[in-house]
């Protein structure tokens, strides 16, 4: 079974910064590509940014210049950096992944989710 497990969140001045953390564990094929979405309250969960296996990344455009989307591919953890950060940044963010297991099978997975939030 595959987990993924976010941390790093929390509460923050307008102009800050954090660095979100998504370990992943079980058995596994790394996979090709790994993203975050964040969801605000009262909004639909919306895609932020992106990598692949072979390191290009994609960022949402209110996002872009702001934030940085890496791996560590060592310790099996997907990272994001959150640079000055704005109070419409207030939202849980997750990692999101689909991942080919042992069996053949491709699984979606998500975390649990971690809280930002942003003050003014």
């Known amino acids: 079974q595959v987990q993924l497990v976010e941390s790093g969140g929390g509460l923050v001045q307008a102009g800050g910064s954090l660095r979100l953390s998504c370990v992943v564990s079980g058995r596994f094929f790394s996979p090709s590509r790994m993203e975050w979405y964040r969801q605000a309250p009262g909004k639909q969960r919306e895609w932020v940014a992106a990598?692949?296996?072979?390191?290009?990344?994609n960022y949402a455009d209110s996002v872009k210049g702001r934030f940085t989307i890496s791996t560590d591919n060592a310790k099996d953890t997907l990272l994001l950096r959150l640079n000055s950060l704005k109070p419409e940044d207030t939202g849980v963010y997750y990692c999101?992944?689909?991942?080919?297991?042992?069996?053949?099978?491709?699984?979606?997975?998500w975390g649990q989710g971690t809280q930002v939030t942003v003050s003014s």
């Open positions: 990598i692949t296996s072979g390191g290009e990344t």
């Open positions: 999101h992944a689909n991942i080919r297991v042992p069996t053949g099978a491709i699984v979606e997975s």
